[in-house]
């Protein structure tokens, strides 16, 4: 144990910090966009951060892609084209074509070096690049968005680094509007939506961002994540109407195999804390409902 | 922001690690057991530390209180006698004693600095501290629980800190052989048992040694908690009979405020990931089972 380190990430706007014990940087690329590090660990594998921010580790990515792709794409009745906006290091995109209905899914991240990045340390998170379903686009996600056909997507699932810097206008109401835009009816957007408990008033924020771009149902499922801020994060479903019921049966019946996601804990992820169900609450005045 | 440092935690046995920015030291004592120190945070009110280990922040240990009491009491049907083993911040016993039938809870923590450093820097912890119903008692909880009367107590909550030093014989059979012979029949034990993700391993064998020591059903039940390794955290109650079915009704129409507890949370807690199903799913194999 003499030649490992620490290596922390500090959160300044919840002043807390994660760290992993790490035995040597690997890697470290200087994108046109940001800084990418590659660390190995002594406990989670591999560890990529990007600008300095934990983006993932071998050990516990699986909180987090199976929990951003798994409830949207079994909310819709029937997803067949997914646009996925960041999500270079493809283990969402990964998620996402274990559904046999998907016909086409297109991961646009405007930084092609983090996929090279993760091609290389975390190839398994790489296993369906060339799925022929597959499409990846090294380009702007927003330009993307307001490009898309109009109804031409069932699923648009946004895996963003934090809202500063590159990612910043993923999360406003003109984005929203592209994706509105772009969803067809039954359309469902999902986006990392941050730590429940110190980045709630975001959430909020977001969520009256969507409701301004003309999405009218919400949906915020909490989930831990050991590498982000408080180890506790979420995703925010947002849909023009239809519910947030899911097809559980098909969820149970799934012929893939998942470490976190079930159809049971899709189903207990939807109980929102106390505290968080109050802050939320505010926006029934404003039209907008959780399911 | 100029006065600021960062406090860290590394957690050797998962190689990861918490901090917290903090402004300056408040308090630090050195008892006949353990080093406590206090911490002024920026974000997360005071911090203690014992032995260097994050035991709560003013802003998050709602989590792990309420998990560790209401889900007990709300299972058993009619708790009057709690003891509370450990748990000399108060916390736990706060929010024991919001139960109006609860007639007795006697909080037996080995280090009478804890209390005190507690009642300065997170007095509303302390608010039950004096109610007629509380006895704090500063002695060794293995000997206390040993010399219970037989049948006496209802729920026996063990509020420990990590199993090392003080606490290490708070997790082995004769401890709970202890607390089994003390419980009434339909009596619960409630432990807190680490992290589901890291320390999967420690709950196998807490659940396999209360399971030598008579108790033959058991619940884990995962939840937050920012401050802990990993930032999800765990409890496991022990039955030797009756089940885990919950009185839901009471608890949805409980006449207390909580932040995170509802009788919502509690059934979705009771939804284990899939991994962590699985590995406590070889235990069915030794007659033990979750509800």
Redesign the interface.
């Known amino acids: 144990m003499t030649d490992t380190t620490?290596l922390?990430e500090?959160f300044?706007p919840?002043?807390?910090?994660?760290?992993?014990?790490v035995r040597r940087k690997l890697d470290e690329v200087q994108s046109p966009f940001q800084k990418i590090e590659i660390y190995e660990?002594?406990?989670?594998g591999n560890v990529m951060l990007i600008d300095g921010a934990m983006m993932l580790t071998t050990r516990?990515n699986f909180f987090y892609h199976e929990m951003m792709s798994h409830p949207a794409l079994f909310t819709h009745a029937d997803p067949k084209r997914v646009v996925i906006i960041g999500g270079g290091d493809c283990g969402t995109l990964r998620e996402v074509l274990k559904h046999h209905g998907v016909e086409r899914a297109v991961q646009c991240d405007i930084d092609e070096q983090v996929t090279r990045m993760s091609e290389k340390y975390f190839p398994e998170l790489c296993d369906s690049n060339h799925d022929p379903r597959a499409e990846l686009l090294f380009d702007d996600g927003i330009a993307y968005m307001a490009n898309c056909a109009a109804g031409s997507v069932d699923v648009v699932i946004v895996d963003s680094t934090d809202p500063v810097g590159p990612a910043e206008g993923l999360f406003n109401r003109a984005f929203f509007a592209s994706c509105h835009r772009a969803l067809a009816d039954d359309g469902i957007l999902v986006q990392q939506s941050e730590s429940p408990?110190?980045l709630l008033e975001l959430i909020k924020a977001m969520r009256s961002e969507m409701g301004k771009a003309g999405f009218s149902m919400f949906q915020t499922l909490?989930f831990?994540?050991?590498c982000y801020p408080?180890?506790?994060w979420s995703c925010t479903l947002a849909r023009k109407g239809g519910g947030f019921g899911f097809r559980a049966a098909d969820a149970r019946g799934k012929a893939f195999d998942?470490?976190?996601?079930?159809a049971?804990?899709h189903?207990?992820?939807q109980?929102l804390?106390?505290?968080v169900a109050a802050a939320l609450a505010g926006e029934l005045e404003q039209g907008a409902r959780d399911a």
């Open positions: 620490w922390y500090q300044a919840a002043g807390s910090a994660i760290g992993f014990r660990s002594t406990d989670w516990d408990l110190v909490p831990p994540q050991p408080t180890g506790w998942t470490k976190y996601y079930s049971d804990i189903a207990a992820a109980v804390p106390q505290f």
